[in-house]
């Protein structure tokens, strides 16, 4: 079933989804290297997230590296591609994390979203925001409410003319307004970011 006709019911968002058409999701098979590549582009330009990336693939002869490599990699040299030493530390963590507890797709699937989060959060460097792009944006969960992102809290503002001073009160208006969305969540978050940019 398509999700349009649901969220659709909600008149604002409706007309959003009517000048934006139906919109995918894909999966990724490599979590632990989505992880890794979430956390290096953390508060960076899509841009410069895209040139560390690569240099990061680079280390490895242009492939996708595998957690024991990643982990015996040295600092050093993750710190000369432009990573914070934070970063290189929260890196290696989630390589060592999908190395001795696992973080295959098949183990994820067998999780529900809840369950990822609280899995995958044990790991430093890794919060729930984090965690909650990729089981939208890796594992397909159609179901996701991202509440602390400051893009989707900018887009709902304005949309339902909602008062972003006070968070607490901002926070349960989302929630109010989200729970009419679910079970398609996620969409209903993809055509927010997209109609933000517009703006």
């Given at each position: 079933?398509?999700?349009?006709?649901?969220?659709?019911?909600?008149?604002?968002?409706?007309?959003?989804?009517?000048?934006?058409?139906?919109?995918s999701?894909?999966?990724?098979?490599?979590?632990?290297?989505?992880?890794?590549?979430?956390?290096?582009?953390?508060?960076?330009?899509t841009?410069?997230?895209?040139?560390?990336?690569?240099r990061?693939?680079?280390?490895?002869?242009?492939e996708?590296?595998?957690?024991?490599?990643?982990?015996?990699?040295?600092?050093?040299?993750?710190?000369?591609?432009?990573?914070?030493?934070?970063?290189v530390?929260y890196?290696?963590?989630?390589a060592?994390?999908?190395?001795?507890?696992?973080m295959?797709k098949?183990?994820?699937d067998g999780?529900?979203?809840?369950?990822?989060?609280?899995?995958?959060?044990?790991?430093?460097?890794?919060?729930r925001?984090?965690?909650?792009?990729?089981?939208?944006?890796?594992?397909?969960r159609?179901?996701?409410?991202?509440?602390?992102?400051?893009?989707?809290?900018?887009?709902?503002?304005?949309?339902?003319?909602?008062?972003?001073?006070?968070?607490?009160?901002?926070?349960?208006?989302m929630?109010?307004?989200?729970?009419?969305w679910?079970?398609?969540?996620?969409?209903?978050?993809?055509?927010?970011?997209?109609?933000k940019?517009?703006?």
């Amino acid at each position: 079933m398509s999700y349009t006709s649901h969220l659709g019911r909600d008149r604002k968002l409706g007309k959003i989804i009517e000048v934006q058409g139906e919109l995918s999701l894909s999966a990724k098979k490599d979590l632990c290297h989505y992880l890794c590549a979430s956390i290096m582009s953390q508060q960076l330009s899509t841009k410069v997230a895209s040139v560390i990336h690569q240099r990061f693939l680079d280390l490895f002869g242009g492939e996708t590296p595998t957690p024991e490599q990643i982990i015996d990699m040295a600092p050093a040299s993750l710190r000369a591609i432009g990573l914070s030493n934070a970063k290189v530390q929260y890196v290696q963590n989630v390589a060592r994390f999908a190395l001795e507890r696992g973080m295959s797709k098949k183990k994820l699937d067998g999780m529900n979203d809840d369950e990822v989060i609280a899995y995958l959060t044990e790991i430093k460097g890794v919060g729930r925001w984090t965690v909650e792009m990729l089981l939208m944006f890796a594992l397909k969960r159609e179901d996701v409410f991202p509440a602390d992102d400051l893009g989707i809290q900018q887009a709902m503002a304005r949309l339902y003319r909602l008062d972003m001073q006070d968070k607490k009160k901002l926070k349960e208006s989302m929630h109010r307004i989200a729970a009419k969305w679910s079970p398609y969540r996620t969409y209903a978050s993809l055509h927010l970011w997209r109609w933000k940019d517009t703006l």
